[in-house]
């Protein structure tokens, strides 16, 4: 349930209702919005311990919530998340371009990359330094290796680092090095990644599951959310349907509804989200009409030589004009790039 605090509640009211929960056994959340808080609630359903808050003058009602999200719900949280990073805000006004090539494959590759994005106006950098494929026989990434070359990146070139962390063990040395952690397609229901992740305090870019539905996509969230870590990013990334002629299909009515549903920021990631770099300009700016609040695109210093997702990934001059021709889609959007 959510406690609704009235807008005159002071913060020793709030702490006297969140002490009195806590040794009812229950989970406590606040949601300090600008007009009031609102406690999160988490356990067992029970109409007296309800009714008995709502007795209280300090608390202007008592809902429960009746979808399976909580945390990750409107309800609970009813203004946008914004999350501060840097300079760099996500999930209001500006528009975030996370840009770089599928994997960490070397230290000059990386660089250049790294260059290209941020001359043409990325403000996060992306590279899988663990990558999680397919075969068995495909290149799997330069590991901690990989993540010393990110670091460098970092400090060169002052842009924010997002990369993938693929188990619950390695979640110390990934955000050692990156502002954001990537849980891949693949991960989105390993719990226990999903735990570890919560107990850190650092933003996560959650990408939608290869079948997952909104609402198991909203439910993994729950799971980082409830650990105390409220800075999750959701990628929709295309999900497994029938058609072959795309990698996947990019579901950007999710964008719409997520939103709807859930305070969390939302970008899309066209690259994956299709599988054909011919496909990611107009699935970019269909993307940001449709309310994202950034995107993710692959970019590599020379597509056919790359050692992952090439066919996907722009070359600098194709990443340069997207940006350029975003500009105004953004703009009517009412976002800032
Ligand atoms: C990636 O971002 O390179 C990646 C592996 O993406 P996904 O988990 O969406 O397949
Ligand atoms: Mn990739």
Request: hydrophobic content about 40%; aromatic content about 6%; proline content about 5%.
């Amino acid at each position: 349930m959510i406690v609704v605090m009235n807008p005159d509640a002071s913060k020793d009211d709030v702490s006297r209702i969140t002490d009195k929960l806590k040794r009812m056994g229950y989970g406590v959340h606040l949601s300090i919005g600008e007009r009031r808080t609102i406690i999160g609630v988490i356990g067992q359903r029970r109409e007296e311990a309800a009714q008995a808050l709502e007795a209280m003058s300090q608390v202007e009602r008592v809902v429960f919530i009746t979808r399976p999200f909580k945390l990750a719900g409107r309800e609970f949280h009813p203004d946008d998340t914004v999350i501060n990073l840097g300079h760099t805000t996500i999930g209001g006004s500006e528009l975030i371009v996370m840009a770089g090539p599928c994997a960490v494959e070397g230290e000059a590759q990386l660089m250049e990359a790294a260059n290209t994005v941020k001359e043409a106006g990325a403000q996060v950098f992306r590279a899988g330094a663990f990558k999680p494929r397919t075969s068995p026989y495909s290149f799997q990434g330069l590991e901690i290796k990989g993540l010393e070359y990110l670091d460098r990146v970092r400090s060169e070139t002052g842009l924010l680092i997002v990369t993938e962390v693929m188990d619950q063990f390695t979640v110390s040395e990934v955000a050692a090095c990156a502002d954001i952690l990537q849980v891949g397609a693949r991960n989105m229901q390993n719990y226990f990644l999903l735990r570890e992740l919560g107990r850190i305090r650092k933003p996560v870019l959650l990408k939608r599951g290869l079948s997952a539905t909104v609402e198991e996509w909203l439910m993994a969230a729950e799971y980082i959310l409830n650990g105390g870590n409220y800075e999750v990013i959701l990628c929709e990334r295309g999900i497994r349907t029938f058609e072959p002629y795309t990698r996947n299909t990019l579901d950007l009515s999710a964008v719409p509804l997520v939103k709807q549903l859930s305070p969390l920021p939302v970008i899309v990631d066209p690259s994956h989200g299709t599988g054909h770099s011919s496909l990611v300009p107009a699935m970019s700016k269909a993307a940001v009409a449709a309310g994202a609040d950034g995107l993710m695109i692959e970019v590599h210093p020379n597509p056919e030589e790359a050692l992952s997702d090439g066919p996907q990934s722009l070359n600098p001059a194709q990443f340069k004009t997207l940006i350029r021709d975003l500009k105004g889609v953004a703009l009517n959007a009412g976002r800032l790039l």
